[in-house]
């Protein structure tokens, strides 16, 4: 069974501008979640995606958005790009979003550099 | 404060021989679950074991191990018989239940280098 996969895996933009990253969970998994994660603030949670509506939010701001498809394929946007959105942005793909023994499978990340 | 608490930044240890890897949660949900995760240089975070709040026994998967001690809010990780490739960043995690919508949460890791 294919991982998660996440594409582009490198992107370099520069500040004002916008991005899309793109999040394929594992066959039958239908939560999605990502992560930011810097060398400063560690692993961030953004946001949770579960048949196709966000269920939790973390604490960032508007220009992170995201949405989640019927294939349960999920997007991440980040709108006019900051020096601080250079960051590792990670997907992870769960079954299902209720209990607590579900664990999360990680995609290889995209690294995003804004200059 | 801090759901998930790792001490330890850095630590050393020498190849063949066991090490601990402190973790320790913060929750008022009697319904959670621990996990480990190792992230490579490459930048995966990569699934290594869990432990549920209701398990009556220490997860063990290989050569990893859970100390799980409840009461003192621990989940330690075990790594026996170090290996060179296992020199990584490591991190908990926890998950709570239903009522908190599911998130989780990590620690701030643990570099762990092995020194042959």
């Known amino acids: 069974k294919a991982g998660v996969t996440q594409t582009p895996r490198y992107l370099i933009k520069t500040r004002g501008q916008q991005v899309t990253l793109s999040c394929s969970p594992i066959?039958?998994?239908?939560?999605v979640s990502w992560y930011q994660q810097t060398p400063g603030q560690g692993l961030q949670f953004l946001f949770e995606?579960?048949?196709?509506?966000?269920?939790n939010k973390g604490n960032f701001p508007g220009r992170f958005s995201g949405r989640q498809f019927s294939n349960s394929r999920s997007e991440m946007n980040v709108s006019t790009l900051e020096l601080g959105d250079s960051a590792l942005y990670l997907c992870?793909?769960?079954?299902?979003?209720?209990?607590?023994?579900?664990?999360?499978?990680f995609g290889p990340g995209t690294r995003l550099t804004v200059l | 404060a801090q759901k998930i608490t790792q001490t330890q930044p850095g630590m050393f240890v020498q190849e063949k021989e066991a090490v601990t890897l402190d973790c320790t949660y913060d929750?008022?949900?009697?319904?959670?679950?621990l996990f480990w995760y190792k992230q490579p240089s490459s930048g995966e975070m990569i699934f290594l074991i869990y432990?549920?709040?209701?398990?009556?026994q220490n997860a063990t998967e290989g050569r990893y191990s859970l100390n799980f001690q409840k009461a003192r809010k621990s989940a330690n990780l075990v790594i026996s018989a170090s290996q060179l490739g296992d020199s990584a960043m490591y991190f908990c995690?926890?998950?709570?239940?239903?009522?908190?919508?599911?998130?989780?949460?990590f620690g701030t890791g643990t570099s762990l280098t092995v020194i042959p």
């Open positions: 992870a793909s769960r079954m299902l979003a209720g209990g607590s023994y579900n664990e999360q499978f």
């Open positions: 066959s039958g998994h239908r939560s």
């Open positions: 995606y579960f048949s196709e509506t966000q269920r």
């Open positions: 929750t008022s949900d009697p319904s959670y679950g």
């Open positions: 432990q549920g709040s209701y398990d009556q």
């Open positions: 995690a926890m998950r709570e239940g239903l009522r908190t919508g599911n998130q989780f949460y």
